[in-house]
């Protein structure tokens, strides 16, 4: 079968939002050095993270038609745009590992201590490449049947927490007991990068809702509500574990539902804070996986299959790169946190600025030369197949007057209404078969006997087959 163009709606859009911002969010101990005060520090992130979701939506507003590397291309040129996109690709790549590592990580520390964690990250890897070789419809109709499975379980913990007696309002005291410059110092750049400048991965999906005119406000929307979310699971931990007990523990997460022990039989629920977890690194790895790809293919025309099935053993592979836990933690919230401010701000508020009048003018007039070429193209060979059948079937009565113009113009005789009639449909009849091979022939050799167009509604070919439109079908 054909690959068809992928489609998704705005709210699919919205739920992978939701799921793909939580990710491993819970697994860490967001602001923490800010103690009681972490969560008028992820609130001062968010805010300006919603900030940035306006840039990066003033930015694909100038190009509908491409992802984040084509406006690259736009803003910088061809040669720049493409090495941007391909370092791109690999940031997409690393961050898409770090996910991997985190699940190996969880499931060695929780469920299956005596498996090898290479297995656990390979079966991982694997359920990634094989989401992306379905294609985005199919990766993004996973998340609308997972969104409901995670919202049912964190209100249920919400609830045992509240009947638990274990939240305490006041190790939410006092209120910037030192002052204003901790939580600023949390928030930026840490927060901000980890999770809400994540977010730019949107840049690589939107164009696939460019046809849903509530694409925006829907994304806009379900920022601001996953942005809710993580204050108020940030202020339950906090008011479970305390300002200290939350800035030691390795997954304070799990800690805080360890504690829930309720009627002497409902306990151990960490399992289930387990399993979400789970959940988020699936989603976040094969988001980040999908926009490596496809960051790849755009920036230098590589296929897409072969572009997933060459990222999949690197992501694995570099999962090992750090030996241990702690070093881990140490690389992706040190020197990553660190550098992902360059591309996830710097770089699109320069080209907020450098492309405000230009930029969308010369995307409009690229796509507007390449329809402008391509119909040149098949009109042309559809005149010159038309010159060639015209002359073919042109009677010997018409060669006089015909032949003259012909050789004038380098267009068919016009001797006879029924000669250049057929001439013109046998013309359009050839340019259709050479911008479709897979037509039926034997259809185009009746209606040419019959001087009428072959027919219409041969389907064009696809040049999705190598792209994530495509899937598997």
Request: aromatic share 10%.
């Amino acid at each position: 079968m054909k690959a068809k163009e992928a489609s998704v709606s705005a709210g699919q859009i919205a739920v992978f939002l939701v799921l793909f911002t939580i990710g491993s969010t819970p697994m860490f101990e967001l602001g923490s050095e800010a103690g009681q005060d972490s969560w008028i520090a992820i609130s001062i992130a968010a805010a300006a993270g919603f900030c940035l979701l306006l840039v990066y939506r003033a930015l694909y507003n100038r190009a509908p038609d491409t992802n984040l590397v084509g406006l690259y291309k736009l803003h910088f040129g061809k040669l720049l745009g493409g090495l941007l996109g391909a370092a791109l690709a690999v940031v997409f790549a690393l961050e898409s590992m770090r996910n991997v590592r985190d699940f190996g990580e969880l499931i060695s520390a929780t469920l299956l201590p005596q498996t090898p964690m290479w297995c656990t990250m390979l079966v991982l890897t694997g359920i990634v490449y094989y989401t992306a070789r379905q294609g985005v419809e199919a990766f993004f109709r996973v998340n609308q049947v997972l969104i409901p499975v995670l919202a049912v379980s964190y209100i249920s913990l919400l609830g045992l927490f509240l009947a638990s007696g274990l939240l305490d309002f006041n190790r939410l005291r006092p209120v910037l007991e030192n002052g204003f410059r901790p939580v600023l110092h949390a928030a930026f750049p840490d927060i901000l990068s980890f999770p809400f400048g994540q977010v730019m991965v949107l840049m690589m999906f939107w164009t696939y809702a460019r046809r849903s005119p509530s694409t925006g406000a829907m994304s806009y929307g379900a920022y601001i509500g996953v942005s809710l979310f993580l204050i108020a699971v940030n202020m339950v931990l906090m008011m479970v574990l305390g300002p200290e007990l939350y800035r030691l523990a390795e997954l304070p997460t799990l800690e805080a539902v360890e504690q829930i022990r309720l009627f002497n039989f409902l306990e151990r629920l960490d399992i289930l804070v387990t399993l979400l977890l789970y959940i988020g690194l699936y989603v976040k790895a094969t988001g980040l996986f999908f926009g490596s790809v496809i960051a790849l293919r755009t920036a230098w025309g590589v296929p897409y299959r072969a572009g997933a099935l060459v990222m999949a053993p690197l992501i694995f592979t570099a999962s090992f790169l750090e030996p241990i836990m702690s070093q881990h933690l140490w690389t992706g919230m040190t020197v990553y946190l660190k550098f992902s401010p360059y591309y996830q701000i710097a770089l699109p508020l320069l080209m907020l600025v450098m492309g405000i009048g230009w930029v969308k003018k010369k995307a409009q007039r690229q796509a507007g030369q390449g329809g402008a070429k391509a119909g040149a193209g098949g009109q042309a060979k559809g005149r010159e197949a038309g010159g060639q059948s015209g002359s073919g079937q042109s009677g010997a009565g018409n060669a006089a007057a015909g032949g003259a113009e012909a050789s004038g113009s380098g267009q068919p005789g016009n001797g006879k209404a029924g000669a250049d009639g057929s001439a013109e449909k046998a013309g359009s009849q050839d340019g259709q078969q050479d911008e479709s091979p897979g037509s039926d022939g034997k259809n185009g050799e009746r209606n040419k006997a019959r001087g009428a167009p072959a027919d219409s509604d041969a389907k064009q070919p696809s040049s999705g087959s190598e792209s994530p439109e495509a899937g598997s079908t």
